[in-house]
């Protein structure tokens, strides 16, 4: 028998497998027929292009499940390493606070945790008194008398010093508790939109005495009390000038902080320098580390010094933020529309405007206008009295220290009037 009576052969019996369904042993004779270099008929090469379909058609299947099973793996990775928002949490934090959404931009609160922050203000008090206790009373009211004198520069929209000795003290006083206040509703904020990593590192530019820490801190206090949260990690780098503020930062958050049983552990890292020398200092930050950069009121009255400043959080946001990474930026109202020499004045187009302009380098994701008045524009001295003393949370412990060494008449509140922004690199 020659080839071309084989090869007939063969396709005959491909052609009575096929009809019976038996592929394997249609492909074994498509094979030999191959291997024997004949020519394929019309009805072999439809049978090859078949079989070559099916052989895609199942690596483009096995392809898509491996790369729909690694993103899911990538999904839940990231899942796990977000605290993602409890819907009877987000409630809470709204009622407590009495928050109310008056437009796409303003956020009017008037309320407070109470069980977490009067523990925080009363152990912050008795930190002061503590610390008072140990200068003599004449050079105590002496001192006080420098530092109020050169921190109620931020009332009349000028730069304080903050050089003297107690001025920490006083800022602990007069401010701390609202900006803590302020930082704690940025980062339920964060939260509620799925941002904020259970493994996160922070830079705190400007820092003061650690607002941004310390409002963290009571928010992950504020969930852990409410429900069970995964280990928290975070690396807190502070970068201030004045390293009587780093100092007392880490005094008290020993006190309070550590005192108390968290699921969270932080790091700190404290780097004493001006922004405004900052080129000899570029080495002492990681490169693309952090997940957040934090400015919470530290942007200049005087337009000389702004600029110069904004080109350092420029080159800092370029150098030592992640990719993936996002800018909280905390300004008073007063101080953000009087950098573009304009009132503040009832009108979202108006305020977004100030907000794009601020923004001008930079993508903005959100921003909200925290208020405790309910109002863009500013209120009268009586009328605020007046809201304060029907509406806002007191600090009931705090007063009684600033009645006494500063002979404060008024009942000071929690209050807010300021412009939380969030962006990331452009």
Known sequence: ??????????????????KRGDIRRAVQLLQEIQKSGATFSWL???FRDKLQLERYSQEYKRQTETLSKQLTEASQ????????????????I????NLIEHDK????????VERIFDDFESTLVEYLKEEFSKIPDKQLFIKLEDAIEDINNLKIGQDPD??????PHVYFMKYFLENVYCIYLAWFLIYQDALLPSKVNILDIAADPGTVAYGLALFLQSISGFFHIPQMHISYYSLEKQDAFQFRRLQFWRRYIESRLTTVNAYFRFVTTDIFTWETQSNNLPKDFFDFIVISHCFFADPAKRVEANNTYKQIFVSSLKKSGYILLIVQDKKLFKIYDVQQIESQAHEKNVVDKFMAELELIWYKYLTSTGSRKPSSAADFAKIAKEKLPKKLYMNPILQQYFGQKYQ???????????????
């Not at 071309?4 to 096929?18: A, F, G, M, T, V």
Request: overall charge positive; charged content about 20%; hydrophobic content about 40%.
């Open 77 to 92: 990775q990231k899942a796990n390493h977000i605290l993602m928002p409890d819907e009877e949490f987000v409630k809470y």
């Open 162 to 167: 903050y050089r003297f000795s107690l001025t």
């Open 44 to 46: 072999e090469k439809l």
């Open 105 to 112: 931009y303003k956020l009017q609160s008037t309320g407070i």
């Open 412 to 426: 000071s509140c929690y209050a807010l009037d300021n412009y939380v922004i969030f962006a990331k690199k452009s």
């Open 1 to 18: 028998m020659n080839n071309p009576i084989i090869n007939w052969w063969r396709s005959q019996q491909l052609k009575l497998s096929l």
């Open 94 to 97: 709204y009622k407590v606070f």
